[in-house]
Every structure is written in structure tokens, then in C-alpha cells.
């Protein structure tokens, strides 16, 4: 059974930054993509970012350009979403998601992590 988990949300100051995780288990992360997504309340499911694990490469919204990195942990089989820079408009839930395309529509990811939420404060 595919299960995606994500950690590292919590509560930081505008400025400051966090780490988020994204460990699988039941699939072997590099044949994915992963994708990283946010939800603010009332608003819809926006992309962040998102990341070949088998290329190596990294494609960010222009929101988070500048701010927001991938990174991978084969032995862990984990992805990283490193966030800096934080602002207000950043907090959201924050969910992981795999899948075998290269290059897979936001509705196109197969599994789904339960999502970790990050407030950024004024």
C-alpha cells in the first residue's frame, strides 16, 4: 500500500522558514515525480513546485521562485520542500503527491499525502 507522509508544518514568522517532509513507503520515490501543493482555506488547491526525482530537476511556481527548494534523501526516500523567506500569504495545508509522468497535471497525480499545515504570522 502507497502511502505518502508529509511533516515539518508548524507555526513561524514572517521571514523565517521551514523544512517540510515528504516520506513514502510502497513505492520507490525515484521512477516519480513529487509534486508539492497548498490549499488556504476558501481558496482552491494551488501548485508550489515540483520535482524529478530521477533528473534531478526542479520546476517552481513563480510564487515561491526564489524562496522555496526541492531536495531528495535517497536512503530516506524522502523529499524535502525547504521554504524561506515565509510570508503571510504562504500559509496554507501543504501536501505531497507522486506520480510516473514526467510532467503530470495538477489532477494528474495518482497518490496523495494527508497534507501538514504552515501558518505564517505577521
Known amino acids: 500500500q502507497v502511502q505518502l507522509v508529509e511533516s515539518g508544518g508548524g507555526l513561524v514568522q514572517a521571514g523565517g522558514s521551514l523544512r517540510l517532509s515528504c516520506a513514502a513507503s510502497g513505492l520507490t520515490f525515484w521512477r516519480y515525480t513529487v509534486g508539492w501543493f497548498r490549499q488556504a482555506p476558501g481558496k482552491e488547491r494551488e501548485f508550489v513546485a515540483r520535482f524529478s526525482w530521477s533528473s534531478g530537476t526542479a520546476y517552481n511556481a513563480d510564487s515561491v521562485k526564489g524562496r522555496f527548494t526541492c531536495s531528495r534523501d535517497n536512503a530516506k526516500n524522502t523529499v524535502y520542500l525547504q521554504m524561506n523567506s515565509l510570508k503571510p500569504e504562504d500559509t496554507a495545508v501543504y501536501y505531497c503527491?507522486?506520480?510516473?509522468?514526467?510532467?503530470?497535471?495538477?489532477?494528474?497525480?495518482?497518490?496523495w499525502g494527508q497534507g501538514t499545515q504552515v501558518t505564517v504570522s505577521s
Open positions: 503527491a507522486a506520480d510516473l509522468r514526467i510532467s503530470p497535471g495538477s489532477s494528474e497525480y495518482d497518490y
